[in-house]
């Protein structure tokens, strides 16, 4: 086989379990091209990449860029890379740093192409409250997302799945799926084929997105929480604060002689419940504003009462 000259861009924590798997494999990582540091935490402290501190611990070359601009190209260029692969860099990588590499561009995507193009593809299948989702690895194409599919992985989603839990699970078995299709370019064997389907799209999703609407039904209030959790975070508002909601839960029982109205909170023994259009849903742990988060039922016995409804 072939030995390839690889550059990776990569930016958040889904993207390391990738960047290992190659730098383990018998190719050589000329470049790792990541967003520079960011300022994290109540302090702000500028912080790098979880893949640049990948890079780092691992020995490789680190290329920071806020985009794949005319700098970046020619940073990247210099290295004279045989492939490009992209995990969740954050960017778009336009020509000509398209066509530098020999060999092109590959793309691990954490959805079933062409279901959910886009930044957030879990969370959005999470949230359309679809049963299965999965990992493509795709040539990159000028358009977003659309380019022919190498290989692909599928996984059925589970009802305690969360955005976060399935994509690090997809981003350990992606990191498979990814190591093979570097091999079969390596050695001539990869094919890809055309995606078929009508195409769905996943923005990014902010915190407007994350507000849960009590007025829906259960299976629609836990299937948002479910793709929103643990970012941006789920939240509603009581009487006027913010409340993070960190874990819920369907529940097949409610408190006694109670039927809740939409957003109505009430306890029982030590569990809590808010109503939605149909049925009630068991809130287990929640963050009020400017404090930690807690079990539900000690944040109720300090601050709640029967009847108090979430907006």
């Known amino acids: 086989m072939q030995k390839l000259r690889l550059v990776f861009a990569g930016t958040p924590a889904a993207a390391v379990p990738s960047l290992e798997r190659l ?3 018998g190719h050589e990582i000329v470049a790792v091209v990541t967003r520079p540091a960011a300022p994290l935490g109540r302090k702000r402290l500028l912080t790098p990449s979880p893949v640049a501190q990948a890079a780092e611990r691992l020995g490789l070359p680190i290329v920071e860029a806020a985009r794949l601009d005319a700098e970046a190209t020619a940073r990247i260029a210099a290295s004279e890379p045989d ?3 992209i995990v969740a860099y954050g960017g778009l990588v336009r020509e000509p740093l398209l066509s530098t590499p020999p060999h092109g561009w590959i793309n691990l995507h954490f959805s079933l192409l062409p279901a959910w193009r886009g930044a ?4 959005h299948a999470l949230i359309a409250g679809e049963a299965e989702t999965g990992a493509a690895v795709f040539r990159l194409v000028p358009e977003l997302d659309a380019g022919d599919v190498f290989a692909d992985l599928r996984r059925t989603i589970v009802a305690d799945d969360t955005a976060g839990a399935l994509l690090d699970e997809l981003a350990m078995s992606g990191a498979e799926l990814l190591a093979g299709v570097v091999d079969g370019i390596a050695d001539g064997t990869a094919a890809a084929a055309p995606q078929v389907g009508e195409p769905s799209f996943a923005p990014k999703l902010g915190i407007d997105d994350a507000r849960l609407n009590w007025s829906a039904s259960a ?7 479910r793709g929103v959790t643990p970012e941006p975070g789920a939240w509603t508002t009581i009487e006027g604060q913010r409340l993070k ?5 369907a529940s097949s029982d409610s408190p006694p002689e109670t039927s809740l109205r939409p957003g109505e909170l009430a306890a029982s023994g030590r569990r809590l419940f808010i109503g939605t259009a149909d049925a009630p849903i068991e809130v287990r742990r929640v963050q009020p504003a400017g404090r930690t988060g807690m079990a539900a039922a000690d944040w109720w016995r300090g601050s709640g009462r029967d009847g ?3 907006e």
């Open 219 to 225: 299976a629609t209030v836990l299937a948002r929480y």
């Open 120 to 123: 957030a593809p879990v969370q």
């Open 245 to 249: 909601l960190l874990e819920l839960a």
């Open 83 to 85: 492939l490009g692969v």
């Open 23 to 25: 730098a383990a494999s």
């Open 308 to 310: 108090m409804v979430a």
